[in-house]
């Protein structure tokens, strides 16, 4: 109607989840809504919760939603009528509070609901976190790694078509280093802490598995080395390099990255990455290129392809004898110019 305008539907169809911008509807851009429990055979609408920015959907076993409300997770159950604070007893919170945009902190993401329908597993800034439904006993079941060695963990689905996670079985995990850089997978059981399958210099595509065989295809690269496709087992090892789509890049010289630490004027520990040109020699002094604009030291390990574009392509002015600083960014909000 004029008021709910989209339902999201269960995976049953039986339940909907209308949501309603209206009365918060003006001339600044906002995201708040109101939100609806609808029975698809009745019509008949119930209120769950007024005002809030962010949602995680519906369950796939058609019995729950998942919101987010003054940085604490909840559930709303469709059949009991009943909402849970599914992270209040949890030592961590489940948002960015770093995040410099001027709205409300991000929530890290949902990884999937269980297959037995009795919890979800929700990112942490580095670990994953085991919620039950039920709101009690939350479980990092990382084991606090991701904390620990400033790694962030994510599940990887590997199969388009899952609907949950199966955590009676080994769960596929993504890894990046925070202040390494590094990244890589590893392999987690639940009960124990996960297992290194491969972690190195270098950045990773998401990998994609064939359907009727354990074989993974994925890109790796820096920013010497052009994102080729690689084939290995699900434990990648014994990786073969099946492309080899940038032949002619020995032709030029390239130069090559590395990572700067520092603070700014405030005491905050931030990194930087230094593009170094060709044939760098050390003493020498070279022209310097700075690109600034929220955090860049994420991009170390980023293949950078010469291309016409909107913004500076770091191996061309590299190949031209430039060093190209890019450093992280931390806005004071309302104040993005003097940050």
Known sequence: DKNIRTITLTHEGKWGVGRDDKPYLSDVETRQADYYAIDTYTG???????????????????????????????????????????????????????????????????AGWTKDGKAVIINHKYDLWLLPLDGKNPTNITQSAGSR??????????????????????LLLSAYGEWTKKSGFYSLKIGAEPQKLIYTDKHFSSPLKSKKADTLIYTRETFT?????????????????????????????????????????????????LTLPAGYEEGKKYPMLVYFYEKMSQRLHQYSMPTYDDRPHMSTYASDGYLVLMPDIIFEIGKPGTS
Do not use: C, M
């Open 44 to 110: 008949k609408r119930q209120l769950i919760i007024k005002g809030i920015r962010q949602t995680l959907g519906v369950s796939p076993h058609s019995r729950h939603f998942l919101y987010l409300q003054n940085k604490h997770i909840w559930v709303y159950d469709f059949k009991k009528g009943t909402k849970t604070n599914l992270s209040s007893e949890a030592p961590v919170v489940f948002v960015d509070e770093e995040d410099d945009h001027p709205d409300e902190k991000p929530i890290f993401g949902l």
């Open 149 to 170: 060695e400033k790694i962030r963990f994510r599940y990887l689905k590997l199969d388009a078509e899952e609907k949950f996670i199966n955590t009676s079985k080994p």
């Open 225 to 273: 080395d052009f994102p080729d496709y690689y084939v290995s087992g699900l434990d990648f090892s014994n990786a073969k390099r099946i492309t080899d789509a940038n032949p002619q890049q020995k032709e030029y010289g390239w130069g090559h990255r590395i990572l700067i630490d520092y603070s700014n004027s405030k005491g905050q520990k931030l990194q930087a990455t």
